[in-house]
């Protein structure tokens, strides 16, 4: 039960790129409910992701502990704010009034994260304001930008997605390897959060409900 819980939340572009046709999602449905099956879709997945989740520590499955401790919904959520967080040089720069109250509104409390300079003073370099500035531009000038979040969720997810994944590489093995595994596979894209932002805010999300017990 506890492996398939954990293969219930791989993502099923990595069975679609275990094979050249890649395996039916009817039979990745049924092989979760199986131990046969479970030990198939595991040999499926690239080692070099398995190797950091599964291997053997003592005391404990590593991979059950990291699933446990970091269930979907909080890697989407502590992805969604690390992205609002690479992005606050262009958020704190933004003063249009539409795309203000469509920030304010589409991020609720994410949107003071980005704000806050207690978590990340936003100084980058020359290059990287650039790149986010263009990559911000491009955004607020689609025109969906304003009716659309999913197209505002797509650039912080991926960002996010990318700052959480590096940072968990050097720190946090399993974690980045479970994040790669629910995520899908990802073209990286270049990181530029400091290491204590990304730890203060992974830790406010690992602590979530131990500080509201």
Not at 186 to 194: G, R, S
Request: aromatic content about 6%; hydrophobic content about 45%; glycine content about 6%.
């Amino acid at each position: 039960m506890p492996l398939q819980a954990l293969l219930a939340d791989v993502h099923p572009a990595w069975y679609a790129a275990g094979g050249e046709a890649g395996f039916d999602p009817q039979l990745v449905a049924r092989a979760r409910s199986s131990a046969l099956g479970q030990r198939l879709l595991l040999r499926a997945l690239p080692p070099s992701v398995m190797d950091g989740l599964l291997a053997p520590r003592p005391g404990g499955s590593p991979h059950l502990s990291t699933q446990r401790r970091w269930p979907r919904e909080r890697v989407l959520a502590l992805v969604r704010d690390l992205g609002v967080l690479a992005c606050a040089p262009v958020i704190r720069a933004e003063v249009r009034r539409e795309p203000v109250r469509w920030l304010r509104k589409v991020l609720g409390n994410s949107y003071l994260l980005a704000l806050d300079r207690t978590v990340w003073d936003g100084r980058v370099d020359r290059a990287v304001q650039a790149r986010l500035s263009s990559e911000w531009e491009a955004l607020v000038a689609d025109p969906r930008f304003l009716s659309d979040p999913a197209l505002l969720g797509a650039l912080l997810d991926r960002r996010g997605d990318a700052e959480l994944r590096a940072w968990a590489a050097r720190r946090n093995r399993p974690l980045a390897d479970w994040t790669l595994l629910m995520r899908g596979i990802e073209a990286d894209c270049a990181t530029h959060l400091p290491e204590k932002a990304v730890l203060r805010v992974a830790s406010h999300h690992e602590n979530h409900d131990e500080d509201a017990a």
